[in-house]
């Protein structure tokens, strides 16, 4: 018993001192880095929740850098958000610091309950899977290849050509089927010939649950991830009903294509395509690396849909709400058509470099309207020192494109639709900005 007080005295003791040296060094680790960059003070707790925009994110933010400059620093729940508005910024990081400024944030919904945690576009590109899927996408779409798929592209061009001619109301619907069946032919070797083809409505889907859940803050269950857990009954829990209808249409967006392309293989009747050529450096069916290798590739070309019919079909009805309400720029490039095509043949590939004003008309409208005004979020993997700020590991990191391109400095009444601000002496002015460094998203992806 006399012993008691003593080590009651030391165990106090003892954890007075542990708490000391653990606070001073909290306090060394603070006083050792440089400030966060700037941005809106926040709450308790929550931080800056409150002020992360849910509508048109990338106009608020652009609104934002005019009171905080071109970094704006904000956190939700203690988790950091960078958000880059002007082209130095982002070039700086994203691209010169690539390596600390590629990680992918991990979203309980798009990563778990959507069941998306192995497509590459989602994956760290540090990991050997990503790497796989990158290599095995860019060996079907990249420029040198595309070639062979030209005549492909002509056909379903000409039938988009027929279908609007016959019934140009329904724009949008013939654009998703043009756009689906050129992506479709090449991936899969499949002619999707009607409108109400199966594979493009599920792939549709996928797109649309894509664009939801990439948004910061679209779920709250990426802020709280222990809501997964609430059953899908329960009031509120409308993102569990949303996760598994859209988790079924991506198995089969992914699947059914591709089991139609290899049963069309095993039968000698499917034409040259991205599984045709990835299928043939697939490894034996027992080497136990094969499971994966093939997933990998169903993963990587279901991307194909996302990543090439989205974003076109977005620039196309662009195109179309452009030439309705600038007429004189239709007729201008009417006239380039007339010119150099002709009245007798379609323009084809081999016409591009001729067409000037078509050029800059299209890469105005990539500037103009950005496919992608805020691009997928990055997530620095390590801490970082920049401009005499810190940066610390985990921070999500978002790439503003409207702002960069519609910043009066590099591009003069950045708000008008203007083609001719990409034509100097009657050619291609390849000095200004080019929209497409960053319309489409940032870094090593």
């Not at 939801?212 to 829990?237: E, H, R, T």
């Not at 095993?266 to 034996?284: G, I």
Request: glycine share 6%; net charge neutral; proline share 7%.
């Amino acid at each position: 018993m006399v012993m008691m007080p003593s080590i009651h005295h030391a165990v106090v003791t003892g954890l007075s001192i542990l708490s000391a040296y653990g606070l001073s060094l909290y306090l060394k680790k603070r006083a050792k880095h440089a400030p966060y960059p700037p941005g809106p003070k926040g709450y308790p707790i929550i931080n800056n929740l409150l002020q992360i925009p849910k509508y048109h994110p990338w106009l608020a933010y652009a609104d934002m850098a005019k009171q905080y400059g071109d970094m704006i620093f904000l956190r939700a729940f203690g988790q950091p958000i960078l958000v880059l508005c002007s082209s130095k910024r982002i070039n700086d990081l994203m691209d010169k610091r690539s390596s600390i400024y590629s990680g992918r944030p991990y979203s309980t919904m798009m990563n778990e309950l959507l069941d998306w945690g192995n497509i590459f576009s989602i994956i760290d590109s540090n990991k050997r899977r990503w790497k796989r899927q990158r290599r095995m996408f860019h060996q079907t779409f990249n420029a040198s290849v595309l070639p062979e798929y030209h005549h492909m592209i002509r056909r379903h061009v000409n039938r988009y050509l027929v279908h609007m001619l016959s019934s140009s109301s329904e724009f949008i619907s013939h654009t998703h089927h043009a756009l689906g069946g050129i992506i479709m032919n090449i991936t899969y070797g499949f002619d999707a010939k009607s409108k109400e083809d199966p594979y493009i409505a599920e792939s549709l889907k996928v797109s649309y649950a894509f664009k939801v859940s990439a948004l910061p803050g679209a779920f709250l269950v990426d802020n709280i991830p222990l809501l997964k857990y609430v059953p899908a009954w329960f009031p509120g829990a409308g993102f569990k009903r949303f996760a598994k209808y859209y988790r079924n249409a991506t198995y089969n967006s992914q699947y059914m294509p591709f089991n139609f392309a290899m049963d069309a293989m095993n039968r000698n009747e499917v034409q040259p395509c991205a599984v045709t050529k990835l299928v043939e450096t697939f490894p034996d069916p027992a080497d136990p690396d094969y499971g994966e290798i093939k997933e990998d590739l169903i993963n990587a070309l279901g991307l194909s849909y996302v990543a090439g019919v989205e974003s076109t079909d977005a620039l196309l009805s662009a195109f179309v709400l452009v030439m309705a309400i600038h007429p004189d720029i239709q007729k201008k490039a009417q006239a380039e058509l007339d010119r150099v095509v002709g009245p007798d043949r379609l323009p084809d590939f081999d016409d591009k470099d001729d067409l000037v004003y078509l050029k800059a008309l299209i890469t105005e409208l990539v500037r103009w309207q950005q496919v992608t005004p805020l691009a997928i979020p990055h997530k620095t993997t390590e801490d970082d020192y920049y401009d005499g700020y810190f940066i610390p590991k985990g921070t999500l990191v978002l790439g503003n494109a409207w702002a960069v391109l519609h910043d009066p400095e590099l591009f003069e009444t950045p708000m008008e639709y203007n083609p001719e601000r990409y034509i100097k002496d009657g050619k291609f002015d390849d000095n200004l900005l080019n929209p497409l460094d960053f319309a489409f998203g940032f870094g090593r992806r």
